[in-house]
């Protein structure tokens, strides 16, 4: 006979497989992505969102709560009940870089959140308009040295991967080229394709299919190897910025108090969604790699890349308000 005591202890025998079995949402929930659609972040939010719902048996559905480089999407979340029902998709941007560029930021982005699972990684691009007289990055490079001021590079926002991938390339070359922000890549693409603005330096999986088709030029990626999806597009560091590497990444996080076994069970959902042999499929299709990680080990790499942005931003000499 199961008695009141045996139950109450049971917790405490159960494996952590058990556990992670044992919270279910009883409700929809929401992912929030702190950037407007059609971006990485974006559709890295949808892929999950779908897998999420199929497995924990409630709807997960997108927010995109864009502005401020992602800093009020991510504080709309910090607010959030922490129940298990409403996560973020935090970036590299927002879970790093920001709190080194924004002084006064309304939250902290490793005392307000839990983290439930790094995703996926994926390289910035170095993209131009056709017309942009620059064959290869060094080309480019040429280019700025011979028109200082003239050329500008667009980002999908203030405190981006690729706006301090643009900064640290400026710092490290020397080049003076102007920094137009937009809010999202969703934004910046139609200016972009149309010439408005000559350079993008952003998250590559958006860009593939205008590479593809020839309205777009990429001229390098900023990752420390070629990236699987170019693989004939040569690195920055292969173009002669030595040590150069700036890869973005993408992962789930929760409200700081949300219980633990609701992230043991978003984690167990979100590891098994990226083993999936579709599913790492799909974000390839994207330009993107999965790399999961589980909460303890992606709080270890966010403290990594605290290390390394801290000091760009340092070198960078960049502040925002």
């Not at 709309?76 to 029902?85: F, R, T």
């Not at 139609?190 to 860009?207: K, S, T």
Request: proline share 7%; hydrophobic share 45%; with cysteine.
């Amino acid at each position: 006979m199961l008695t009141r005591r045996t139950a109450l202890a049971l917790p405490a025998l159960l494996p952590a497989s058990a556990l992670a079995q044992a919270w279910s949402p009883t409700r929809s929930g929401r992912i929030i992505v702190p950037f407007t659609a059609g971006g990485a972040t974006d559709v890295t939010a949808r892929i999950m969102a779908e897998r999420l719902s199929a497995l924990l048996g409630q709807s997960y559905v997108v927010d995109n709560r864009p502005g401020a480089g992602g800093n009020l999407g991510v504080e709309l979340a910090a607010k959030a009940e922490p129940d298990g029902h409403t996560l973020l998709m935090g970036t590299i941007g927002t879970a790093s870089i920001n709190q080194f560029l924004y002084p006064r930021l309304p939250f902290d982005p490793m005392r307000d959140f839990a983290s439930i699972a790094l995703v996926n990684q994926v390289t910035n691009a170095i993209v131009v308009h056709p017309s942009v007289q620059a064959n290869s990055f060094q080309e480019l490079l040429a280019l700025a040295r011979r028109q200082p001021g003239r050329l500008n590079y667009a980002t999908p926002g203030n405190g981006t991967s690729g706006h301090m991938s643009g900064e640290y390339l400026k710092f490290r070359t020397g080049v003076d080229i102007g920094h137009v922000p937009y809010r999202g890549t969703g934004a910046l693409m139609p200016d972009i394709l149309g010439g408005r603005v000559e350079i993008a330096v952003d998250n590559l999986p958006a860009y593939l299919p205008h590479i593809r088709e020839g309205r777009l030029r990429i001229l390098a990626v900023t990752s420390r190897e070629r990236w699987f999806a170019v693989p004939d597009v040569p690195t920055v560091q292969e173009s002669g910025v030595a040590g150069f590497e700036a890869v973005a990444w993408f992962g789930l996080q929760a409200p700081a108090r949300t219980p633990r076994a609701a992230l043991d069970r978003l984690t167990a959902a979100a590891l098994e969604i990226c083993a999936e042999p579709a599913t790492v499929a799909r974000f390839r299709e994207l330009g993107a790699t999965a790399s999961p990680l589980d909460g303890p080990a992606f709080d270890r790499f966010i403290a990594a890349e605290n290390d390394k942005w801290r000091e760009v931003v340092r070198v960078a000499n960049v502040r925002l308000e």
